[in-house]
């Protein structure tokens, strides 16, 4: 998490993801690196096109003022301007790092409000295959104290506990761990899951607890839970995507959407590798 990718179109909402990262800043050294992405049909109106890419520099090198000094840990603050299809451009921009996170807010004005509403929304964390937090909380949190982590029975879930359990290391974080079931028949092999991930945030020294939740609407309950402890991010898995094929019967793939649309808690969008062996979290 090392580089973190920012899509801006400078309107107010758009922010929100650029004051998150800030917030790593006060916690990491990071590379923010704003991004902000022209419209491909500007390539026939030249003069258009040059006039909005000085604009977007201006309005870049204006923010860069008023947020570097906010910055911590000799974290560096960057920008670049693209063309092309916006949520193409992002996750392509967050490629070109060995590592890095998208913190995206999910409203915003002119061009990215067709990217970020509606059926829209699942694209950049849809096409991403790094970790993506979708944010729409105002105002943005602070710092992250509480995390979210849900489990279900579907072995992927449990890909997203080492990446979390960094995050909660970095800030010094308490995780709830979150088992969910629509079904009391999978509390055993649920609660199997739970014991793993406990052993594993006890080893790294981590503070957690644990609550057994069932409920027909994962999503609602997920989001309650963490509206009641304060959180400041919840962690899922996302198993949608060209790049992976869905694993059947999960909890969380289907609401995944809901999730980033409903959610007043920034939401972290972990993308399972399609090899995972069974019993280890690397």
């Given at each position: 998490?090392k580089?973190?990718?920012?899509?801006?179109?400078f309107?107010?909402?758009?922010?929100?993801?650029?004051?998150?990262?800030?917030?790593?800043?006060?916690?990491?050294?990071?590379?923010?690196?704003?991004?902000?992405?022209?419209?491909?049909?500007?390539?026939?109106?030249?003069?258009?096109?040059?006039?909005?890419?000085?604009?977007?520099?201006?309005?870049?090198?204006?923010?860069?003022?008023?947020?570097?000094?906010?910055?911590?840990?000799?974290?560096?603050?960057?920008?670049?301007?693209?063309?092309?299809?916006?949520?193409?451009?992002?996750?392509?921009?967050?490629?070109?790092?060995?590592?890095?996170?998208?913190?995206?807010?999910?409203?915003?004005?002119?061009?990215?409000?067709?990217?970020?509403?509606?059926?829209?929304?699942?694209?950049?964390?849809?096409?991403?295959d790094?970790?993506?937090?979708?944010?729409?909380?105002?105002?943005?949190?602070?710092?992250?104290?509480?995390?979210?982590?849900?489990?279900?029975i579907?072995?992927?879930?449990?890909?997203?506990?080492?990446?979390?359990?960094?995050?909660?290391?970095?800030?010094?974080?308490?995780?709830?761990?979150?088992?969910?079931?629509?079904?009391?028949?999978?509390?055993?092999?649920?609660?199997?899951?739970?014991?793993?991930?406990?052993?594993?945030?006890?080893?790294?020294?981590?503070?957690?607890?644990?609550?057994?939740?069932?409920?027909?609407?994962?999503?609602?309950s997920?989001?309650?839970?963490?509206?009641?402890?304060?959180?400041?991010?919840i962690s899922?898995?996302?198993?949608?995507?060209?790049?992976?094929?869905?694993?059947?019967?999960?909890?969380?793939?289907?609401?995944?959407?809901?999730?980033?649309?409903?959610?007043?808690?920034?939401?972290?969008?972990?993308?399972?590798?399609?090899?995972?062996?069974k019993?280890?979290?690397?």
């Amino acid at each position: 998490m090392k580089n973190l990718i920012i899509p801006v179109d400078f309107s107010e909402d758009s922010m929100k993801g650029l004051d998150f990262a800030v917030v790593f800043s006060k916690h990491l050294n990071v590379n923010i690196q704003m991004v902000y992405v022209q419209k491909k049909n500007f390539e026939l109106l030249p003069k258009a096109s040059e006039e909005e890419y000085e604009m977007a520099e201006r309005r870049f090198e204006k923010l860069k003022e008023i947020y570097e000094p906010k910055l911590g840990n000799d974290s560096k603050l960057r920008f670049i301007i693209k063309k092309g299809r916006v949520y193409q451009e992002v996750v392509s921009q967050a490629k070109s790092y060995t590592e890095s996170l998208i913190i995206a807010s999910t409203h915003g004005a002119s061009g990215f409000e067709e990217v970020f509403i509606g059926s829209n929304a699942q694209k950049i964390v849809f096409e991403s295959d790094r970790p993506v937090i979708t944010i729409r909380r105002d105002p943005v949190p602070e710092n992250i104290k509480n995390i979210i982590l849900p489990l279900d029975i579907i072995m992927d879930s449990r890909q997203k506990v080492p990446y979390t359990a960094e995050l909660a290391q970095a800030f010094n974080a308490k995780i709830h761990v979150l088992p969910i079931s629509q079904s009391k028949r999978n509390v055993s092999k649920i609660t199997g899951y739970v014991k793993q991930v406990c052993a594993y945030l006890d080893s790294k020294n981590i503070p957690y607890e644990s609550k057994f939740m069932y409920g027909k609407d994962p999503a609602e309950s997920i989001i309650d839970y963490a509206i009641s402890t304060n959180a400041e991010l919840i962690s899922i898995i996302n198993e949608e995507g060209p790049s992976f094929t869905k694993s059947l019967g999960s909890i969380f793939s289907k609401y995944t959407q809901l999730m980033i649309n409903k959610s007043p808690v920034p939401v972290l969008n972990y993308k399972p590798k399609s090899i995972f062996i069974k019993g280890s979290f690397n």
